[in-house]
């Protein structure tokens, strides 16, 4: 009995002697494994915030089809709007930068020109559009709604934040002068200047409004019509003297 209590303890000694290597063995594999996932979460952390970088694609000639019954071709360049290479929007003409950050751009567009029974392949044509907002440093693009602007008639001019523009009525019958604010939702000037005339051709209505400064300074110049002054002060507008009231 003496003599197998050493031999017994012997065998103990190796048991636990295994059971010690062992356990180190799983330790070692678990640190890799942590080690592992660790480097997969910083290399999808670095992913993650890759920065959004906006960009504008290359020009490309394209046709306006204008014109009561589409007889008028007017020759319209446009280009992507890009964040990190991918497009998002169409543009058209140079963007105004409102702020060291903020710009504006009008949006173009493809519109499907084909009649029912002209078959299954669409017929694109190209037009332009309204004005989109882009924010370089977070590259979030917005529609910008102006209100009565028209796409055909209405020839925006930006100073600032403002944009003045010939607005038409709802059923095409008025022609306003219209000074919009980015952030504010009414216009700061709407004055009826007359009534539109159905020519169905760009800037057919009045030439582009011509900003000063010193005063803040905007005029119309209606065609057919004379010319009109509103002096811009803050979020509110001064007819000229002598002009008429602002309905």
């Known amino acids: 009995m003496t003599k197998s209590l050493p031999l017994q303890g012997c065998r103990l000694a190796k048991v636990f002697e295994l059971r010690y290597v062992r356990e180190r063995v799983r330790l070692g594999r678990v640190r890799r494994l942590f080690s ?7 290399f999808s952390g670095a992913a993650a915030a890759k920065p959004k970088v906006i960009s504008f694609g290359k020009w490309l000639p394209v046709k306006w ?6 007889e008028i071709t007017i020759p319209l360049k446009v280009r992507a709007l890009m964040v990190n290479n991918d497009a998002k929007e169409f543009t058209t003409g140079e963007p105004h930068q409102v702020t060291d950050r903020i710009f504006v751009v009008r949006r173009a567009y493809r519109l499907n020109d084909s009649l029912p029974d ?4 669409p017929k694109w044509t190209w037009q332009p559009a309204g004005w989109l907002l882009v924010d370089r440093s977070s590259a979030h693009i917005a529609k910008l709604t102006l209100p009565n602007y ?4 209405s020839s925006a001019s930006w100073y600032r934040d403002y944009v003045a523009y010939c607005g ?12 919009a604010q980015i952030g504010q939702k009414k216009p ?5 200047l007359g009534e539109a005339k159905d020519l169905e051709l760009p800037d057919s209505q009045c030439a582009p409004p011509v900003w000063e400064k010193q005063p803040v300074r905007v005029t119309f110049a209606p065609n057919g019509g004379d010319k ?8 509110a507008a001064e007819l000229e003297a002598g002009a008429a009231d602002e309905e």
Do not use: P, Q, T, W
């Not at 089809?65 to 589409?70: A, F, L, S, Y």
């Not at 028209?150 to 008639?153: N, R, T």
């Not at 009109?228 to 979020?235: A, P, Q, V």
């Open 188 to 192: 700061i000037v709407k004055k009826l």
């Open 65 to 70: 089809v204008v014109g009561v019954n589409g």
């Open 36 to 42: 592992i996932l660790g480097m997969i979460c910083l």
């Open 118 to 121: 002209d078959g299954s392949v």
């Open 228 to 235: 009109i002054h509103f002096d811009i002060r803050g979020r």
């Open 168 to 179: 038409v009525s709802d059923d095409g019958e008025k022609l306003y002068a219209m000074v």
């Open 150 to 153: 028209d796409f055909l008639y």
